[in-house]
């Protein structure tokens, strides 16, 4: 099988595996993920660390910090998503799957992928319907006085990019003869992960 590593390439920069335009728009939209990700986790950190200690030195934190944790926790989870479905890091149960040939795990993965896709873009629906129903409350953040529906605006964003990027990897499937997890991941093992 096929080394998954093949996504990156020699400099370690995400290689998309899709032609032309998509391509260059998958790499660009794998880098400001990869940004986010990155930021979100970093300022998180500053801020539980920061309050930390001014709890302990000033005997008082910082009044905002849950709620800046929260935006940071949800901006994380929903950028990580579909990031996650770009690399073909998703948990994935695949005793039945690891068995089978080539041609069988190649439909099977256009199945997933698609039920997949499905799935991403009925939450992306809903989740602009809850978003909707928070913007009719006019709810606000006591701290920061945001409108709270504001913060789950990356809710939708990762839904779509995810269900997206599932939908792009069945079309990868379709168009390969070898396996995708994603559409620059190939389906196999490292030679580290061979050894049982």
Not at 28 to 33: L, T
Not at 44 to 60: D, K, P, Q, Y
Not at 75 to 81: D, L, Y
Not at 89 to 101: E, G, K, Q, T, W
């Amino acid at each position: 099988m096929s080394d998954p590593s093949n996504e990156m390439d020699d400099t370690g920069a995400f290689e998309s595996g899709l032609p032309g335009f998509l391509g260059v728009i998958d790499v660009a939209i794998s880098k400001v993920e990869a940004v986010i990700l990155a930021l979100g986790v970093i300022l998180m950190a500053v801020n539980t660390c920061t309050n930390v200690i001014l709890r302990f030195v000033l005997g008082e934190g910082l009044f905002f910090s849950g709620e800046i944790n929260r935006i940071l926790i949800i901006m994380i989870t929903f950028a990580g998503i579909g990031y996650a479905a770009r690399h073909g890091r998703h948990i994935r149960m695949s005793a039945i799957y690891d068995v089978l040939p080539t041609t069988p795990r190649r439909v099977l993965m256009i199945l997933i992928a698609l039920f997949t896709s499905a799935i991403m873009f009925f939450l992306c629906y809903y989740s602009v319907d809850y978003i909707m129903n928070l913007y009719d409350r006019g709810r606000i953040l006591p701290a920061l006085g945001f409108e709270i529906w504001m913060i789950y605006v990356w809710v939708p964003v990762g839904f779509a990019v995810t269900g997206t990027q599932y939908l792009l990897t069945a079309i990868k499937n379709v168009t390969s003869t070898d396996v995708y997890l994603s559409t620059g991941v190939v389906d196999g093992y490292a030679d580290n992960e061979k050894e049982v």
